[in-house]
């Protein structure tokens, strides 16, 4: 009764937060092209959930990134005897450094916050450097980090690491300022090398490179 009540209550919100549970919620975050043995990236990765349903559908590899301490041990407890995972407690960026970040739950941000909220510093790893350390393809790359993924999109398009990404799965936030306009630059961008399978505005986007589609 009371998920059926929460999904109902998911599903009658406007717009396309309601559109996207509308339409199967969070199952079509799992419907990638990825195969067994290939590898995720898992940015925001807060409990694990993502990657447990993907290791589970597929048997593929996750890299999860979670800066935050409690959820960065909560997934080391979920995943410690699962060798298919590597849990990084650091963020993506642009470029390696120590920020500070607004714990708000599932909210956590660089970017957003409120005078009640506690403070963690952390560290971000340019993710450029992800890519060269994983010398592989990313089968998908999925991006949940408050206002982060303006920073680490605009990255792998100048330095062409999206080539590498078979897929894309990325919950764009209205923040940091200006994000209109880096959100309209970055899309353009993505057109030419991937295909955009399905939106739901500043919900949840899926991208599918080309030659994927092919």
């Known amino acids: 009764f009371i998920e059926s009540r929460r999904d109902r209550q998911r599903k009658s919100q406007p717009g396309a937060v309601g559109q996207f549970w509308s339409d199967g919620g969070n199952t079509l975050l799992y419907d990638l092209p990825v195969t067994t043995g290939s590898l995720v990236i898992d940015a925001g990765g807060y409990e694990g959930e993502w990657s447990a349903g993907m290791i589970s559908r597929y048997g593929c590899r996750s890299q999860i990134f979670e800066p935050v301490p409690a959820f960065f041990e909560n997934c080391q407890t979920y995943f410690k005897k699962n060798n298919l995972v590597q849990i990084n407690k650091a963020a993506l960026g642009g470029s390696d450094r120590k920020t500070t970040f607004n714990l708000l739950d599932n909210g956590t941000s660089e970017y957003k916050g409120d005078n009640n909220a506690q403070h963690i510093e952390a560290d971000v790893i340019d993710v450029t450097r992800i890519f060269a350390e994983v010398g592989t393809r990313v089968a998908c790359f999925k991006l ?71």
């Open 144 to 214: 949940n980090i408050e206002g982060g993924e303006y920073e680490v999109l605009e990255r792998m398009l100048e330095t062409n690491n999206i080539a590498l990404c078979d897929s894309l799965l990325i919950q764009f936030h209205r923040q940091p300022e200006g994000y209109e306009t880096r959100y309209k630059n970055i899309v353009a961008a993505l057109h030419k090398t991937h295909a955009q399978s399905w939106c739901y505005e500043m919900v949840w986007e899926k991208w599918v490179r080309k030659e994927e589609q092919s």
